[in-house]
């Protein structure tokens, strides 16, 4: 069995992915493979190349990735985690950066009013590598990189994790035309007690 998510490896994609590979039992008996995008993974499930592919609900290709059910691959199931905190990282070298180089969705975790230039990018990671690489002066990273590189960057505001939702496709539609939802999860029993 294959899984395939977002590159490259050490990214958010990868730990929630193997979370929920040990969540199922199946890291011993799955494998775990990167794309460049989703596109490029979706296509690798539609072919046969990969069994199922896991997707940060607010990732900017999400809506694109769920209009490919029109080709056969479907959301068959969906589940919430953190992934690893994030920080505002600044470089050391760089005393009053102008720029600050984010992903779309995590501009809704900060004020990014106190910068002259937001620069979006694909991918946390990319952040993070432009970051170490010198590429950007500032950007909305992995916080645990700071730690990692204390003679490069420092950590200018945590941010920290939001539970975010994750969404698994395949070639197998599972609703049946019916809704699906886990009838004694946590929200459920919210809703009963609350009722």
């Avoid at 977002?6 to 979370?19: C, I, S």
């Avoid at 959301?75 to 005393?95: C, E, G, M, N």
């Avoid at 937001?118 to 990671?125: I, N, Q, R, Y």
């Amino acid at each position: 069995m294959k899984f395939i998510t977002l590159g490259p490896a050490g990214n958010n994609h990868e730990l929630v992915t193997l979370r929920y590979l040990d969540f199922h039992g199946l890291r011993d008996r799955a494998a775990l493979a990167f794309a460049r995008d989703f596109s490029e993974g979706a296509a690798a499930v539609l072919s046969g190349t990969a069994d199922f592919m896991v997707q940060c609900a607010v990732h900017p290709e999400c809506s694109t990735t769920m209009a490919r059910s029109f080709d056969g691959l479907y959301a068959l199931d969906t589940f919430i985690s953190p992934s690893r905190d994030l920080a505002i990282l600044q470089r050391k070298d760089v005393a009053q950066p102008r720029t600050l180089a984010v992903m779309s969705p995590t501009l809704g975790y900060i004020d990014a009013s106190r910068w002259e230039d937001v620069e979006l990018v694909p991918t946390v990671s990319e952040v993070t590598t432009g970051l170490i690489e010198g590429r950007y002066a500032a950007g909305v990273g992995y916080a645990s990189t700071a730690q990692d590189h204390p003679e490069l960057l420092r950590v200018a505001q945590f941010i920290g994790t939001v539970d975010d939702v994750w969404i698994v496709y395949g070639r197998t539609r599972v609703t049946e035309g019916r809704l699906l939802a886990w009838p004694d999860s946590p929200a459920s029993r919210l809703y009963r007690e609350a009722a």
